[in-house]
C-alpha cells in the first residue's frame, strides 16, 4: 500500500506565505512525477506544480512567480512553498504523485486527502 499525507495548509492573509508538505510511504519501488492541484468551492480540480525526479518542474500561469516546488527523493517527499498568496489562491490543495510499486512493479498515480489553503484577511 502506499499513501500520500499532505500537511502544512491553513489560514493566511493576503501576501503571507505558507508551505506545503506531501510525503510518500508504504510500498515505494520509485516515484517519478510529483505535483500539487487545487480545488476551490464549486469549480474542478486545476494544476498548480509537478516536479519529475530529476528537478524539473512546470507551473500553471497563474503560480509562476509566486510558487516553488521542489522534492527530496531521499525522503520521498515534495512541497509546495506559496509566496504573495491571493484570496484566489483557496482552495483544497492536492498532492499527486506516480509511483512504482515494489509488489507489482507498475506505475500508479495516486492521491492525498488533501489540505485546506485559506487566504482572506
Known amino acids: 500500500q502506499v499513501q500520500l499525507v499532505e500537511s502544512g495548509g491553513g489560514l493566511v492573509q493576503p501576501g503571507g506565505s505558507l508551505r506545503l508538505n506531501c510525503a510518500a510511504s508504504?510500498?515505494?519501488?520509485?516515484?517519478?512525477?510529483m505535483g500539487w492541484y487545487r480545488q476551490a468551492p464549486g469549480k474542478q480540480r486545476d494544476f498548480v506544480a509537478t516536479?519529475?525526479?530529476?528537478?524539473?518542474?512546470n507551473y500553471a500561469d497563474s503560480v509562476k512567480g509566486r510558487f516553488t516546488i521542489s522534492r527530496d527523493n531521499a525522503k520521498n517527499t515534495a512541497y509546495l512553498q506559496m509566496n504573495s498568496l491571493k484570496p484566489d489562491d483557496t482552495a483544497v490543495y492536492y498532492c499527486?504523485?506516480?509511483?512504482?510499486?515494489?509488489?507489482?512493479?507498475?506505475?500508479?498515480?495516486?492521491w492525498g486527502q488533501g489540505t485546506q489553503v485559506t487566504v482572506s484577511s
Open positions: 499527486n504523485a506516480e509511483i512504482k510499486t515494489t509488489d507489482t512493479l507498475l506505475t500508479y498515480s495516486f
Open positions: 508504504g510500498s515505494i519501488f520509485s516515484i517519478n512525477v
Open positions: 516536479i519529475t525526479s530529476d528537478g524539473s518542474t
